[in-house]
């Protein structure tokens, strides 16, 4: 079976090109690096010719609102398009467990469009929604830092490794359809505060950490259970404390 990955050379489509690839599928990486644009159009009816599925794990370059508003709109309108016409018969798209959940957030907004285009789009699909990665315990501190302390939401939540979001995203393209949301986390529950705190004392950041009553989630506020999948969820195996303790 043909899988074309849009953003197949970032971090996880790399990882989902590969795993397809070791169970014998023909996936192929597809981005600007190798000259497949869903902004522009550039490349997309060339890959796609042949292919069955076409995995969607592409981000903006700018998380800017209106940036990634029209990335969002205008990469996802161009691939639907292009798909229709090459006959792909299964969309999977990767997104963010909550997302229905975080309109605050111009990202958010901005994933909810892309969303709602697939679901609108008559092509089948399978939309995967996975908590935070392990990998982006650093960034999401970044974001929320001010000057040498991190003010945090007072919220849970239930991340995953990246290894972990690729395999689902390439079992999910492998099956049929889902036609719907499909939910997968990791195993361990924690306070985001406990989350980052782990996450920076594993690479002796100095930085204080509180929980702030005031601090939003990307520009979105968050209740205790915002950020946390359902009860159907697919509870990836790989543990925060397992996979810090590798990274030293």
Not at 68 to 97: C, I, Q, Y
Not at 98 to 106: A, V, Y
Not at 130 to 142: M, R, V, Y
Not at 164 to 189: F, K, L, M, Q, Y
């Amino acid at each position: 079976m043909k899988v074309v990955v849009i953003g197949g050379t970032g971090l996880i489509g790399s990882k989902v090109v590969a795993r397809l690839g070791e169970h014998g599928h023909e996936a192929v990486a597809a981005s600007p690096n190798t000259g497949v644009n869903t902004l522009t159009g550039e490349g997309l009816a060339e890959v796609l010719q042949g292919a069955q599925v076409v995995v969607d794990v592409s981000n903006s370059p700018s998380f800017a609102d209106e940036d990634v508003m029209e990335f969002f709109r205008t990469s996802t309108t161009n691939l639907l398009k292009a798909e229709a016409d090459a006959g792909v018969t299964h969309h999977v798209a990767l997104s963010v467990v909550g997302t229905d959940r975080l309109q605050g957030s111009g990202y958010f907004r901005a994933k909810q469009v892309q969303e709602d285009l697939i679901k609108d789009s008559g092509i089948p699909y399978s939309i995967v929604h996975a908590t935070q990665f392990f990998e982006f315990a650093k960034g999401l501190a970044d974001g929320m830092t001010e000057g040498d302390t991190v003010h945090l939401p007072d919220a849970k939540i239930q991340p995953m490794v990246s290894d972990d979001v690729a395999a689902a995203v390439g079992r999910t393209s492998a099956g049929a359809p889902a036609n719907g949301v499909v939910e997968v986390a990791g195993p361990d529950v924690f306070q985001l505060e406990e989350f980052i705190r782990m996450g920076l004392s594993a690479t002796n950041d100095p930085r204080g950490i509180v929980t702030d009553p005031k601090a939003t989630y990307w520009g979105a506020e968050l209740q205790e259970s915002t950020l946390l999948p359902g009860p159907g969820a697919h509870i990836a195996e790989t543990r925060f404390a397992d996979w810090l303790a590798q990274q030293q």
